[in-house]
């Protein structure tokens, strides 16, 4: 499975903003989706995570009640919907795929694509 993320961008506080992240292969529908950030000079944190039927959702504390996860598995594309974004939301955003189930830990997902960036100006 190959990955590419999209849509990041320089946005004011408050604003909002859809990462999508586009898979090529025939198996993404069998795949946990997830998004994870790594700010500067941060490790690379979960955010976000959907299982195969796009029924279970997993979230950080930090973005819950303003980032939502969902899944196209028709157009193999997983979405980050990101609302009332704030400056700490900066980073560079990557999508990545797993096997296993709905996990928080990066060591859980085999596949990755490049980031994308996401600036949030205070």
């Known amino acids: 499975v190959q990955l590419q993320a999209s849509g990041g961008g320089l946005v004011q506080a408050g604003g909002s903003l859809r990462l999508s992240c586009a898979a090529s292969?025939?198996?993404?529908?069998?795949?946990?989706m997830a998004w994870f950030r790594q700010g500067p000079g941060q490790e690379r944190e979960f955010v976000a995570a959907?299982?195969?039927?796009?029924?279970?959702?997993s979230f950080t504390d930090s973005v819950k009640g303003r980032f939502t996860i969902s899944r196209d598995n028709a157009k193999k594309t997983v979405y980050l919907q990101m609302n009332s974004l704030k400056p700490e939301d900066t980073a560079v955003y990557h999508c990545?795929?797993?096997?296993?189930?709905?996990?928080?830990?990066?060591?859980?997902?085999?596949?990755w694509g490049p980031g994308t960036q996401v600036t949030v100006s205070s």
């Open positions: 990545a795929g797993s096997g296993k189930g709905l996990s928080r830990q990066r060591s859980d997902y085999n596949y």
């Open positions: 959907i299982n195969p039927g796009g029924y279970m959702r």
């Open positions: 292969g025939r198996t993404f529908s069998s795949y946990v």
